[in-house]
T-cell receptor, first 115, second 113 residues
């Protein structure tokens, strides 16, 4: 069973701090990694994708990928109360054609940014 | 902006009824997906489609079927609704070149009594 694991939280950080969200995955063949944000009562929205080892920055968001250790993380700099949401890690399945057409989802980490 | 719309925001049905959930996207996306989201279980893929009239089973297809007669529309059918199908149903679409960068609709909260 291919899995994606996240700490459920809640992760609580003060406004202006760096929030660090982590995700580990079990399928060594996975090639594509995504972070989705889901506000309470809303549907998920894609905020970052990363495909190769290292860091990828987009504004206040940085995604980090380490395939050897099988983890992907999301850093949010200068956290704002509007960043309070659940962050879902999703990994494209590796291996056979059926599995690699799907995303494997983590259960999400709840982030609370306190003013 | 990509827009994915779902036919109902809230729906209440009785056990045994046949239920239709419809999803329409306006960005000419090839791929469309149906998920359900439950507390503690996360997002689970029911069915997906990568072309008109094509469909593939996801992780939990039992009790569901789908129809994609037109590129922009993907319907989820509960053949005989049961209480364990009470859930939030989310439709998503994505383009051919980026199938995993999915755009979600607002969701349908289905309650089966």
């Amino acid at each position: 069973q291919k899995e994606v694991e996240q700490n459920s939280g809640p992760l609580s950080v003060p406004e202006g701090a760096i929030a660090s969200l982590n995700c580990t995955y079990s399928d060594r063949g996975s090639q594509s990694f995504f972070w989705y944000r889901q506000y309470s009562g809303k549907s998920p929205e894609l905020i970052m994708s990363i495909y190769s080892n290292g860091d990828k920055e987009d504004g206040r968001f940085t995604a980090q990928l380490n395939k050897a250790s099988q983890y992907v993380s999301l850093l949010i700099r200068d956290s704002q109360p509007s960043d309070s949401a659940t962050y879902l890690c999703a990994v494209r399945g590796g291996g056979n054609a059926g599995n690699n057409r799907k995303l494997i989802w983590g259960l999400g980490t709840s982030l609370a940014v306190n003013p | 902006d990509v827009k994915v719309t779902q036919s109902s925001r809230y729906l209440v049905k009785r056990t045994g009824e046949k239920v239709f959930l419809e999803c329409v996207q306006d960005m000419d996306h090839e791929n469309m997906f149906w998920y359900r989201q439950d507390p503690g279980l996360g997002l689970r893929l029911i069915y997906f489609s990568y072309d008109v009239k094509m469909k593939e089973k996801g992780d939990i297809p039992e009790g569901y079927s789908v129809s994609r007669e037109k590129k922009e529309r993907f319907s989820l059918i509960l053949e005989s609704a049961s209480t364990n199908q009470t859930s939030m149903y989310l439709c998503a679409s994505s383009p051919l070149g980026a199938p995993y960068e999915q755009y979600f609709g607002p969701g349908t909260r289905l309650t089966v009594t």
